[in-house]
T-cell receptor, first 110, second 115 residues
């Protein structure tokens, strides 16, 4: 079983829609969870990170962690064409290595 | 603020030629440094990481090697490139070890095509 699983999509939504991106993970001991956004041919940029359970909000983005289900989500409200990118979830299990999902490609259609 | 520089952005090399990709970080001391390869649809594969000068850990046995000659410089090398070395190579850094300190920040990447 992989440490983190992510639906690769692709996902296409109309502008203004609410987007839900999800990952599941294998080890309930994991505590730090991150979301990266990667535009085509660019490096990933850190969007948000959360510690333990609960929600974290930053503008139109909300990261949610459900440790009981080992499930993490990123919600994008009022999605814009500029949100079109690949979104990677990542989990920090220990000192050095992050476990990354394979990424979900999102397209927001004007 | 911290910045990470990675070059070149794009590289086309013939099979059997050598490779040297360079990454430098500014604005921090003693960072952890990482090299990843990203293949389409396969996510990020950690190749090497370093916690200090001269300290390199290899995650995947392969045709590549890494070196850290200076605190904020990380180099990815190969003596003879293979077709399978083609991909998108990313350098990343983090503040240090331990939970919460290993959030990684990425460079812009190098797209390598081996022909």
């Amino acid at each position: 079983q992989k440490e983190v699983e992510q639906d690769p999509g692709p996902l296409s939504v109309p502008e203004g829609a609410i987007v839900s991106l999800n990952c599941t993970y294998s080890n309930s001991a994991f505590q730090y969870f991150m979301w990266y956004r990667q535009y085509s041919r660019k490096g990933p940029e850190l969007l948000m990170y959360t510690y333990s359970s609960g929600n974290k909000e930053d503008g139109r983005f909300t990261a949610q962690v459900d440790k009981s289900s080992k499930y993490i989500s990123l919600f994008i409200r009022d999605s814009q064409p500029s949100d079109s990118a690949t979104y990677l979830c990542a989990i920090l299990p220990g000192a050095n290595n992050l476990f990354f999902g394979t990424g979900t490609r999102l397209t927001v259609i004007p | 603020s911290q910045t990470i520089h990675q070059w070149p952005a794009t590289l086309v090399q013939p099979v059997g030629s050598p490779l040297s990709l360079e990454c430098t970080v500014e604005g921090t001391s003693n960072p952890n440094l990482y090299w990843y390869r990203q293949a389409a649809g396969r996510g990020l594969q950690l190749l090497f990481y370093s916690v200090g000068i001269g300290q390199i850990s290899s995650e995947v046995p392969q045709n590549l090697s890494a070196s850290r000659p200076q605190d904020r410089q990380f180099i990815l090398s190969s003596k003879k490139l293979l077709l399978s070395d083609s991909g998108f190579y990313l350098c990343a850094w983090s503040v240090g070890q331990g939970q919460g300190k290993n959030i990684q920040y990425f460079g812009a990447g190098t797209r390598l095509s081996v022909l």
